[in-house]
């Protein structure tokens, strides 16, 4: 059995249960630099620092501007918890585009 070639992404802000993708790779601002997240990655977690966080999916590469907060990463699975999340040259609607579970919190 090989390591996976996607892991799932959850990112949930304050105000919305967040974003939710089978993603090939993750770059997110940690508060000691930027990390990169491929399947099958070790356990960490860390605090996250405003910036951009990528990640590449079906062949493309997207980014959203996140707030301080944390990042719990498996092999399986990243849950990114942040004060904040917007699209970068994109709306929200632009952000929903891309084919990816995206909820407001009522």
Known sequence: ??????????????IMMGLHLDVVSIIAPTTEGYVGILPGHTFYITSL???????????????????????????????????????????????QAWGIKYEEKM
Do not use: S, W
Not at 1 to 14: A, F, Q, R, S
Not at 64 to 91: A, F, K, L, Q, S
């Open 49 to 95: 620092a405003e910036g951009k966080l990528a990640v590449r999916f079906e062949g493309q590469l997207k980014a959203v501007r996140v707030g301080p907060g944390y990042m719990e990463v498996n092999p399986d699975y990243v849950v990114v918890v942040t004060e904040m999340m917007e699209g970068i040259g994109e709306t929200i609607k632009e952000v």
């Open 1 to 14: 059995m090989g390591l996976p070639d996607k892991i799932h992404l959850e990112l949930v802000t304050p």
